[in-house]
């Protein structure tokens, strides 16, 4: 076989292969879409229905972690590489590489040590969600820059994945994190309080050892507080909880305390 048709085999054999990727990739997020529309619909309903929404739940979940795992493979065939593979690597590409991979494994870890605090403040996931997509803004920024000045960097099939999630991920995650550290480490020393209606109690974790207020903070909505086991058998469904807060650097309230209001009797 000649050089000429051996490389036209070849070639026809990398579409295929991506056409199949491509079309495996919408085959899976039709799937999630499928199973988003019931579990929304049904989120709230008792057995039987509960357990249609866990099946479809864990069915979605698989489709998710299979697309994550082939994410590599399914950008590849959206967006073909320069080069699959360098025979030699520019210093800074490669320090861009290994500075990715770092970047994402600290902002996972602030985020752990971050996790309370977000817990502890009302709205905190609302917070939590506007500081990381600031971050996904700040990391286009940057990639924008990058591809001006040094566009090898994206070139290589496994350096440009390895750029792109350290480098997006890493932002949401360092985002996230110091949005709240900065919230919390410089509210306002003076304290007030504030009075939610308890909608439900629930415990969990391991062994029920978490135990979980939902507290009504605005009228459509609810959110979910851990407390202590001795707090959380002090208060009733209904009853109205006090909470200690102070105002957040970045106006979301930190919750300093947990109390009972107490009913006064003429």
């Not at 500075?99 to 971050?114: A, C, I, K, N």
């Not at 750029?163 to 306002?188: D, K, Q, T």
């Not at 909505?221 to 469904?237: A, C, D, G, I, L």
Request: glycine share 4%.
């Amino acid at each position: 076989m000649s050089m000429l048709k051996k490389k036209k085999v070849i070639l026809n054999h990398n579409q295929e292969f991506d056409s199949s990727i491509r079309k495996d990739f919408c085959k899976r997020l039709f799937y999630i879409i499928l199973c988003v529309i019931p579990i929304w619909i049904w989120a709230e309903e008792k057995p039987p229905l509960s357990y249609v929404v866990l099946l479809l739940f864990l069915f979605g979940m698989y489709q998710i972690i299979t697309i994550v795992y082939l994410s590599q493979l399914i950008i590849d065939s959206f967006f073909p590489p320069v080069t699959t593979m360098e025979t030699k690597t520019r210093l800074f590409d490669r320090f861009l590489y290994y500075f990715s991979s770092g970047f994402f494994f600290t902002g996972l870890v602030f985020l752990l040590f971050e996790l309370q605090h977000l817990e502890n403040t009302l709205s905190g996931t609302n917070l939590f969600w506007k500081a990381g997509f600031t971050g996904i803004a700040v990391a286009s920024v940057i990639t924008i820059i990058l591809k001006k000045l040094t566009p090898t960097v994206y070139f290589e099939s496994k350096r440009r994945y390895t750029v792109h999630f350290g480098l997006f991920i890493g932002c949401f995650l360092w985002s996230a994190s110091a949005g709240s550290f900065v919230n919390y480490f410089y509210a306002e020393p003076s304290i007030s309080t504030k009075e939610f209606v308890l909608k439900r109690k629930s415990t969990g974790g391991k062994r029920n050892a978490s135990h979980w207020l939902f507290l009504q903070t605005k009228p459509l909505s609810e959110e979910r507080f851990e407390v202590t086991e001795s707090f959380f058998e002090t208060v009733e469904e209904g009853q109205t909880v006090l909470l200690d807060i102070q105002k957040g650097k970045l106006e979301y309230d930190v919750i300093v305390a947990f109390r009972k209001k107490e009913t006064i009797i003429n």
